[in-house]
């Protein structure tokens, strides 16, 4: 590992000012000191914002704030979290181990890096670590990487689950940076590779995650499910975080959808909820709904088996949604 300087930030306004060329910020380093290992990152400089005083989740307004350094394994506890927004709570819960969700804050889970193996081997060329270089993912090991939203240039997937259920809970992200303050809508923050696939998210240099808000919950029952290799330990195949909420005639009158392990960003899945809304709800209008939103989906030969996971995993999903 390459020497680097390590401070440790007391307040968000010393964080941000002693950010400048060759320092990342320090979460739990769940992630980053991985990478450092691995030499996949080089800072020269960390900023460790573990500390600072980001650690509370309460309520605002009908919604909740949730501060960027709480743990995952508190946000995970949380009774507002696991009544309110149980999506958010189970999605978290599905990611890494108890040890590792001790560690890890919310702003750093939402910034880890793609499982990409190219990425993380730096005897392989690959765009997102050294742009121009190739993806030989393309050609070679894709098994879990992307069947929407991918090009030429990179077909990795975001990892983070937390994510999915924030994308589908319209959360808003706010961030503070040498420029100041602002608030990036959920999905937003992350982007599409398209030709700069080096690029994970929106974010300016120097920008930290302070907060999560999360508006109202939707109404209707919700829930976080996972399809992964093994029970733990395990990144997503695909996940789906979904809300419904079903009239008593039985009429679909709100649907939130959003799928994690299929693109480079958690995907909101607006043409499932607009070919659902106003449905009859069953088996039949949820079909139609993945059908319409995976229309797009472009597998690789090695990821084909992606597609109707993800469609039998929405339908599965809203089935058990359905009031009894
Ligand atoms: C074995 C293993 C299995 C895992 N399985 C899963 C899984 O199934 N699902 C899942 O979602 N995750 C999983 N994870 C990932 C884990 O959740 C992340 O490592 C963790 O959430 C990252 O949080 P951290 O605070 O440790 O971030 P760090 O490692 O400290 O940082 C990650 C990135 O975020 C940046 N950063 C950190 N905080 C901020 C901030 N406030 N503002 C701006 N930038 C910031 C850092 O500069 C860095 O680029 C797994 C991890 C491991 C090791
Ligand atoms: S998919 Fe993306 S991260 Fe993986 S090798 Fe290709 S460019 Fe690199």
């Known amino acids: 590992m390459k020497t680097f300087a390590y401070d440790r930030a007391r307040d968000v306004a010393g964080a941000v000012a002693g950010f400048g060329p060759g320092t990342m910020y320090l979460g739990g380093g769940t992630n980053l000191v991985d990478l450092m290992r691995l030499g996949v990152a080089e800072p020269e400089h960390l900023v460790d914002v573990?500390?600072?005083?980001?650690?509370?989740?309460?309520?605002?307004?009908?919604?909740?704030?949730?501060?960027?350094?709480?743990?995952?394994?508190?946000?995970?506890?949380?009774?507002?979290?696991?009544?309110?927004?149980?999506?958010?709570?189970?999605a978290v819960l599905t990611g890494a181990s108890g040890q590792v969700r001790n560690m890890a804050t919310v702003g750093g889970n939402l910034l880890q890096r793609t499982r990409c193996p190219y990425f993380q081997d730096v005897t392989k060329a690959c765009n997102k670590?050294?742009?121009?270089?190739?993806?030989?993912?393309?050609?070679?090991?894709?098994?879990?990487?992307?069947?929407?939203?991918?090009?030429s240039q990179c077909v990795a997937t975001h990892p983070s689950d937390m994510a999915v259920a924030l994308a589908a809970l319209d959360a808003r992200v706010h961030v503070t940076g040498p420029e100041g303050e602002r608030v990036i809508a959920m999905p937003g923050l992350h982007r599409l590779p398209g030709s700069?696939?080096?690029?994970?998210?929106?974010?300016?240099?120097?920008?930290?995650?302070?907060?999560?808000?999360?508006?109202?919950?939707?109404?209707?029952?919700?829930?976080?499910?996972?399809?992964?290799?093994?029970?733990?330990?395990?990144?997503?195949?695909?996940?789906?975080?979904?809300?419904?909420?079903?009239?008593?005639?039985?009429?679909?009158?709100?649907?939130?959808?959003?799928?994690?392990?299929?693109?480079?960003?958690?995907w909101r899945a607006r043409r499932a909820e607009e070919a659902l809304t106003g449905q009859r709800a069953g088996e039949d209008a949820f079909r139609r709904a993945a059908d319409a939103e995976l229309a797009d989906a472009d597998p690789l030969p090695g990821n084909r088996y992606k597609v109707p996971m993800a469609r039998n995993l929405i339908v599965a999903v809203l089935r058990e949604l359905m009031p009894r």
């Open 50 to 90: 573990s500390k600072l005083p980001l650690r509370a989740i309460e309520a605002d307004g009908d919604g909740l704030r949730i501060g960027a350094a709480v743990r995952n394994s508190e946000l995970a506890a949380h009774p507002a979290a696991r009544e309110r927004y149980p999506m958010l709570a189970r």
């Open 129 to 151: 670590r050294r742009p121009g270089s190739g993806c030989p993912a393309i050609d070679g090991d894709h098994r879990n990487l992307a069947i929407i939203g991918h090009t």
């Open 196 to 266: 700069e696939p080096d690029r994970d998210t929106v974010l300016r240099p120097g920008e930290l995650i302070t907060a999560i808000r999360l508006p109202a919950p939707p109404p209707g029952a919700s829930a976080y499910r996972k399809v992964r290799e093994r029970a733990s330990f395990a990144f997503a195949l695909v996940s789906v975080a979904a809300a419904l909420e079903v009239t008593g005639d039985g009429t679909v009158r709100d649907c939130r959808l959003a799928l994690g392990g299929v693109a480079h960003a958690p």
